[in-house]
């Protein structure tokens, strides 16, 4: 399973550690993803999602088909 959020497509970034001394070793930043199971109002079932935090926060303010909609995703 890639990591990659179902709403956002936000992914793992790349990017130098670079030390005291300046070093330059590789790092990667995963984004913080979630399981969630949440309720489709207009479906009328639960969907299993896999999303980061943000969206969650996005998903709790507009709702989520207001959050697909943004996004241009159907279910």
Known sequence: MSRR???????????NNVSHAHNKTRKTWNPNLQWKRIFDTEAGQWVRL?????????????GLAATLRDHNISL
């Open 5 to 15: 959020c179902s709403i956002s497509n936000k992914g793992p970034m790349k990017g």
């Open 50 to 62: 896999r999303v980061s935090s943000r969206i969650l926060r996005t998903i709790d303010k507009k």
